[in-house]
Nanobody, 120 residues
Framework: QVQLVESGGGLVQAGGSLRLSCAAS????????MGWFRQAPGKEREFVGA????????DYADSVKGRFTISRDNAQKTVYLQQNSLKPEDTAAYYC?????????????WGQGTQVTVSS
C-alpha cells in the first residue's frame, strides 16, 4: 500500500531553519505531484507548496514564498521542504501529499504529519 512518512520537524527559534522530508513507498513516485500542507491548532489545513513529478515546476503559498523551497529526489522517492527564516506563525503540523492529477490536486494520499514549532 502507499505510505508517505514525514520527518524532520522539531522546535526551532524564530529565524532558524528546518528541512522536512517525506519518504514515499508503494507508488510510482515520479508520476505524482507532491504537495506540502500545514495545519495549526484551531485553523484549517492550508496549502504550503507543491512540486511536479518532473520537479520542473513548483508553486508556493504567498506566506512562504522566498523562505521555503520544495525539492524532490525521484530516485530516493523523497520530497523535501527546506524552511528558512522561520516565523512563529509557521508553527503547525506539516503534511506531505501525493497527487496523480498535478500540483493543484486533488491529492490521493497523505502522510501522518510532522510537527514544527517556532519559538519567538
Amino acid at each position: 500500500q502507499v505510505q508517505l512518512v514525514e520527518s524532520g520537524g522539531g522546535l526551532v527559534q524564530a529565524g532558524g531553519s528546518l528541512r522536512l522530508s517525506c519518504a514515499a513507498s508503494g507508488l510510482t513516485f515520479s508520476r505524482y505531484a507532491m504537495g506540502w500542507f500545514r495545519q495549526a491548532p484551531g485553523k484549517e489545513r492550508e496549502f504550503v507548496g507543491a512540486i511536479s513529478g518532473s520537479a520542473r515546476e513548483t508553486d508556493y503559498a504567498d506566506s512562504v514564498k522566498g523562505r521555503f523551497t520544495i525539492s524532490r529526489d525521484n530516485a530516493q522517492k523523497t520530497v523535501y521542504l527546506q524552511q528558512n527564516s522561520l516565523k512563529p506563525e509557521d508553527t503547525a503540523a506539516y503534511y506531505c501529499a501525493a497527487s496523480r492529477y498535478g500540483r493543484g490536486g486533488p491529492y490521493d494520499y497523505w502522510g501522518q504529519g510532522t510537527q514544527v514549532t517556532v519559538s519567538s
